[in-house]
């Protein structure tokens, strides 16, 4: 059961004292959070799968995405999120993983731009591409998943 203030959004008229722009600080600190302890989680289940149980690195790599994503999405709805667009939790879900590869194929590309292309080194070119990849999910699960309704027209 969701909570009050937790409730799938009407549109507001724009003359509303509503702010986009009023919840995101508080937003990006609370996703900030919830994707560190996310990555936690990715990086635990990863060395775990591959270390322990010998699996191979990209089926690892894959379910440890996934265990990683649905803390994040869990911890987003829970904690950080006040506002939700879509009412099936399935289908938030699967759009919250699909924004969340938009992030790993930013990530991809701006480590193949740093490392092949400016000689970067791995390490500060991993540090880039997860800013770019935190940007970049952040803004489209907020603008997507969890802004306010507008009016439409």
């Not at 799938?8 to 937003?27: C, G, H, K, V, Y």
């Not at 699909?98 to 540090?127: C, I, T």
Request: glycine content about 8%.
């Amino acid at each position: 059961m969701m909570s009050r203030d937790r409730q799938i959004d009407t549109p507001t008229p724009p003359a509303s004292s509503a702010s986009p722009l009023r919840n995101l600080i508080p937003e990006l600190l609370g996703y900030t959070l919830a994707s560190g302890v996310a990555l936690l989680v990715d990086v635990t289940v990863l060395a775990a799968l591959v270390k322990q149980a010998d699996w191979p690195l990209l089926a690892a790599a894959s379910l440890a995405f996934i265990a990683g994503a649905t803390v994040a999405y869990l911890l987003s709805v829970k904690f950080v999120f006040r506002h939700r667009r879509i009412e099936r939790r399935p289908w938030e879900f699967g759009y919250f993983i699909g924004l969340g590869l938009v992030g790993l194929a930013v990530n991809d590309a701006m480590l193949f731009v740093a490392v092949s292309g400016a000689g970067l080194g791995l390490v500060v070119a991993k540090v880039l591409a997860a800013g770019a990849t935190f940007a970049t999910n952040f803004t489209l699960r907020r603008q997507i998943l969890f802004a306010p309704a507008r009016l439409r027209g």
